[in-house]
């Protein structure tokens, strides 16, 4: 059964990880055009805010305080968007934690609770919505990551949770489909995103870590959940530098572990002292409530052509067009 989604502005949206950075951008942007969103996350005082803050804009919020690696707590969310709104039209699983550090050096107490949230907080969600959704139609959007096509030193440990995410998502989207549901399954791939990521990150390397170029605005990735939420699409990489990385390392694997391993050690390392290793949310909120990373000096894409025509293909061929037939005429004309 082929899925029909509806416009955004009657849509009920429930998004997880929505206390921050780019699941925080998707919301705010949701209920400008006129969703009716509910923010899950661990924070209820940084989702208080926030819905305050949206409401106040003429949107409409709600929240529920959950935690994605208990699937017991996204159930009540989706109760709260069914009591609230009659239920939701599209679920995006957006809640994510990191880790700076090589994969023998990481606690293996750390890194399964990196996979709680990144590996089995998308099982979770994506379970409660697919069950949810199964007649009543609509989306499932989640967030993996260019990292989960080409994994890098330093990030192992979050790569290989996004590996994990995409191929639960292909498998989650070949079931649905087999089965006849109504329910569009899209898997967004951002590249390096400007967002307080580093300052969640638990960090095991002696100075402050940093994205690797280039880096991109949390904007380009909220427009393509939003994009999702509205057009069934198989999977959308955000940024034109993540997907020259992941052709590149489909393309040539040893030549590109050759680049990873001399280039990203440096790239993703600052020259400033690392602060105490506690200061992360890997088990607790912190710092919630901000899009960017607040980074000084830091270059940051706002646009991205690669992105604007894989959600725009066929106004970006009709510009293309034009523009050839003006090449050609002029030409002619010569």
């Not at 239920?87 to 880790?99: E, H, K, L, M, R």
């Not at 989640?142 to 330093?154: H, K, Q, T």
Request: aromatic letters at 6%; one cysteine or more.
């Amino acid at each position: 059964m082929h899925p029909k989604l509806k416009p955004l502005d009657e849509q009920a949206i429930v998004i997880t990880g929505a206390s921050s950075g780019i699941n925080l951008v998707a919301a705010r942007q949701a209920a400008a055009r006129g969703a009716r969103v509910l923010l899950v996350s661990r924070s209820e005082e940084a989702l208080r805010g926030i819905c305050e803050d949206i409401r106040g804009r003429g949107g409409e919020a709600s929240y529920a305080v959950a935690d994605v690696a208990n699937e017991a707590d996204l159930q009540r969310a989706a109760q709260t968007a069914t009591e609230r709104y009659g239920g939701f039209d599209t679920w995006v699983n957006g809640a994510a934690v990191s880790i700076y550090g090589k994969v023998l050096e990481v606690d293996l107490e750390d890194q399964r609770r990196l996979f709680e949230t990144n590996y089995w907080g998308v099982v979770n969600g994506s379970r409660v919505a697919a069950q949810h959704l199964a007649t009543r139609g609509g989306a499932i959007v989640n967030i993996g990551s260019v990292l989960s096509d080409r994994a890098i030193p330093i990030q192992g440990v979050y790569s290989a949770s996004k590996h994990a995410v995409k191929g639960f998502t292909d498998a989650l989207r070949m079931e649905i489909e087999q089965d006849g549901l109504p329910i569009s399954v899209t898997l967004i791939k951002p590249s390096a995103i400007d967002t307080p990521y580093m300052r969640h990150a638990k960090n095991y390397l002696d100075v402050q870590p940093r994205n690797p170029p280039p880096v991109y605005a949390p904007e380009l990735v909220a427009g393509a959940i939003l994009h999702a939420a509205q057009h069934p699409v198989r999977d959308i990489v955000v940024g034109g530098g993540g997907r020259l990385i992941s052709t590149f390392g489909m393309l040539f694997p040893r030549l590109t572990d050759l680049g990873m391993r001399r280039s990203m050690p440096y790239f993703q390392r600052t020259r400033e002292p690392a602060r105490p290793r506690a200061e992360n949310n890997l088990y607790h909120p912190d710092h919630d409530g901000e899009e960017r990373s607040g980074i000084p000096d830091l270059h940051v894409f706002e646009r991205s052509a690669y992105t604007r025509a894989r959600l725009h293909p066929m106004a970006t061929g009709a510009v293309a067009a034009a523009l050839g037939a003006a090449a050609l005429l002029a030409l002619r004309r010569r």
